[in-house]
């Protein structure tokens, strides 16, 4: 028999730390982040009845974090050239391996949201382009264009290759 | 496929290169060379955009789910019952990290450990299950039970528990309003209110006839409910037996 309170379990042990990353790099903020977290897992306890297919319930937790995020923060978010990524608490806490992933990190910090949200979407849930634009209200290829270009931004903040910066000027 | 276009698609989506992706870099050295660096770029950035969550954040999110709709009311498996139990001792749930507390008061950690323990702990069906409301008789039984007396009413109780804590009978109570969890404990765990938040949860541990209350809720986002008025009403309503 279906039991509630062990699917919400399930999905909490499941889901919460790829919710938190989403939610952190949306708000670049600990404490916001987990506050996202805690309500849309409220908010996901009021709606089990419709979350047991749990693919499903994977979207629909990331397309609630956002307009929780919309809702709570967004107007008060400083705009994104503002962000000083050095101050953004815990952004380099659990990093001490690689130094590119340190500075990846710290111009992701940078990225406009517009592009590192798609991003984000694509290395912690693997979405394709199509599930990432339907969970962000955007066509396929304006995800495209985002990622290509989010990625492009990247890779020229890392200098990684300066010959290869043609690709995006033309 | 020509070069441009390889690269245009494999930057918007490396992870999954398709069959004319795979089919132009088998003929393009160029290609290959950049291909190859990408992917160094996407393990790192993968690294970067999987930040460490904190500690205990799964235990947080079922606590503050059973302040809001009672305790887990089924025996939980041993295996995740001992995980949950380790994860809110490492993260000591209660001081530092996540519950800050306000006025800069200690609370013994244990003791709000202990407390954490309790409300994510498995119950016995609640008394108000069937109704979602508490007879007042059985309200001034569970607090009897507990070693507390009467003069007045709590107000709405949504379901009640005879609870045990260092293996003395508490009294654990969800209200009606808002929701707010009471666990009214026959300790002095304090001598004057202190109140804590943190982590979507906010609570109050005030002095209550001969024991202490403990009040906690969920908060998020300023919506915070404003507890003290409740704690006035149980301070006046319960009794030393
Ligand atoms: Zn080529
Ligand atoms: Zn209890």
Redesign the interface.
Known sequence: MWNRETQFTALVKALSNDLYRYAFWLCRHREQAEDLVQETFARAWRAMDNLRDDRAARAWLLVTLRREHARLYERIRPAQTDIDPDSVPGLYRDLDSSTEAWALRRQLALLPIEYSEPLVLQVIGGYSGEEIASMLDLTPAAVTTRLFRARQQLRRALRADPEDLEVAAR | MNC?EF??KL?????APTSDLRAHRDLCPECTV?AG??E??EQ???????????EG??A???L??SL??GP???A?PRR?FLALAASVATASIGLGA?LMWRRGEEVDSAVARELVAHLLGAHPPGLGAQVRRVPEADVVGLLARAGFGTRGSLGEVANGWPCEFRQQPIAHFLMAANPVTALVLPFDFVRRAQLFF???ISGILAPCAHGTLALLT?F??GREVDLEPLVERFQSAIISA
């Open positions: 441009l690269r245009k930057l918007a989506d490396p992870r950049f660096r990408i160094r770029m790192a950035l993968t690294e970067a955009v999987l930040i460490e969550p904190p954040l799964a947080r999110i079922l503050r789910r809001v709709d887990s009311v089924r939980p995740h996540f943190g982590a979507g969920a998020t986002g």
